[in-house]
């Protein structure tokens, strides 16, 4: 649980920077700058706010991201309040907004930048609509539900759950299952903030598969990931990373050069985060609920159509 001067100071903090754009303000970015980062393909990229936030928070992200020679679009939607309530109509403007960049540009492919629960909205519309989705960077992201649900939970998951746990992505095993099972057909990057107070990060890490890579950095906590110019930088490398859509590969971040790059990567966290869930199978149990709940995975195709 977060102590009252955690709550009051250290959150209030970091979504003072995010919300003001400020970027590179920590002493924790290390040597590495924004110049060490291949130019963009002057691509489109959505960015996703996360739960109980709005596009002011990913004006930092959006500024490194144009500087880069991309062309970010914001979610325009106001706050994502994510609400059981609202569950629908927030995956459907969501979809909505894919759409009207996609179609803008031409039918191009739209890569997906995700904070938070705007990472589990990331990873819904690569599920539904893969042939509209680049490449997927998430940002302090939980995935692994049944962690989140268990021991490993934080302040703010225990508050997500409890807000969202009727929510269709969240709460239909089903539906998480078909989004599980399809990272890597979109190379996916979560990239995790081992100072996090709010998300754990075992809850964070992706399968160890082609076209999926996790990794843990030494940040400013959940909502000051965003203004962390190693996450920027991170998320600039990952969507220049080469990739081929036929064969489904590509070769993972070279995160030891990009350390000693000065990227304040935390080597041994990535790696003892990887090996911690290298046996845990959130698949599985989201089959167990399946067969308890008598659902059949051919349902995960009718929604992917």
Partial sequence: MLDKQLISGSLTREALYALKGYTGHMPSIGKASLCTVPPGDGGDVLLLPGFLENDRF?????????TLGYKPHFFEKGINFFPPKKALRNLEEAEARLDDIYFQNGNK?????????????????????????????????????????????????????????????????????GILESIGTVPTTSIIDIS????????????????????????????GILANLS????????????????????????????WAAGVNIDLAATREAQNRVANYDEVAILNDLIEGKGRTPAEVVELRR
């Fill in 58 to 66: 990913m004006r930092s992200l959006a500024e490194s991201l144009k």
């Fill in 109 to 177: 492919k739209v890569s997906l930048v995700g904070h938070s629960g705007g990472g589990l909205l990331s990873l819904y519309l690569a599920f539904k609509h893969h042939h509209k989705v680049k490449k997927i960077i998430m940002q302090a992201t939980p995935t692994r539900i049944s962690l989140v649900r268990g021991e490993c939970q934080a302040f703010l998951s225990n508050l997500f759950m409890r807000c969202n746990k009727n929510h269709p992505v969240i709460s239909d095993p089903i539906v998480m299952r």
């Fill in 196 to 223: 996090d107070p709010a998300v754990n990060a075992l809850t964070c890490v992706l399968p160890n598969i082609d076209g999926a890579q996790s990794i843990v950095i030494n940040g400013d906590g959940h909502v």
């Fill in 231 to 258: 996450a920027h930088i991170l998320t600039g490398h990952a969507l220049a990373q080469p990739w081929d859509p036929v064969k489904q590969s590509g070769p993972k971040l070279n995160l030891e050069a990009l």
